[in-house]
């Protein structure tokens, strides 16, 4: 596998707030609430950034069966981590926290309860998630989820690492 940092950029682009490119909901947590296509109103959307800033744990799909091309959104009130997964697991993304870069080496070595290297957050409500895949900025990691929701790319507005 190959890593790519890919930087912010100064100013992100502006996008239909009305658009809706994402095809599925699944909430990780009770109650389990799922959505598809035409379920996908304004109000969900609404009540999914809503819920984020206070712990959310939930999977947004571009494709109708959740099964591809998705953001797995974890998010703790002080940490918020976003990864994209698609063409089964060969093309990821990840938030990427450059106040962090120093850990990299660290992450697959250290123990789970390292928390100079780990946040609280759990991908999969199993997986420990390092904080060099994680910022605290929570309302720009809302504006990344909106833009992903509205167009189905990356939010240029905070930086990505690729990994393919």
């Known amino acids: 596998m190959e890593l790519k940092i890919i930087s912010k950029k100064a100013k992100a682009p502006a996008f239909d707030p009305k658009a809706i490119k994402l ?22 959307i609404a009540e999914v950034l809503r819920k984020i800033p206070s712990e959310l744990n939930i999977y947004l799909s571009l494709v109708p069966d959740g099964e591809d091309s998705w953001f797995e959104i974890n998010c703790d009130g002080e940490w918020l981590s976003i990864w994209y997964w698609s063409q089964d697991g060969e093309d990821n993304y990840f938030l990427y926290n450059p106040s962090f870069a120093d850990t990299a080496d660290r992450i697959k070595e250290a123990d789970f309860s390292d928390e100079t290297i780990y946040t609280p957050l759990n991908s999969g409500g199993q997986t420990p998630i390092p904080k060099l895949n994680a910022i605290t900025d929570i309302e720009t990691g809302v504006k990344a989820v909106e833009y992903f929701i509205r167009t189905g790319e990356f939010y240029p507005g905070i930086d990505w690492l690729h990994e393919f």
Do not use: C, K, L, W
Not at 24 to 40: A, K, L, M, R, T
């Open 23 to 44: 095809q599925h909901i699944s909430y990780f947590d009770y109650p389990y609430n799922e959505y598809e296509g035409e379920e996908i109103t304004e109000a969900v």
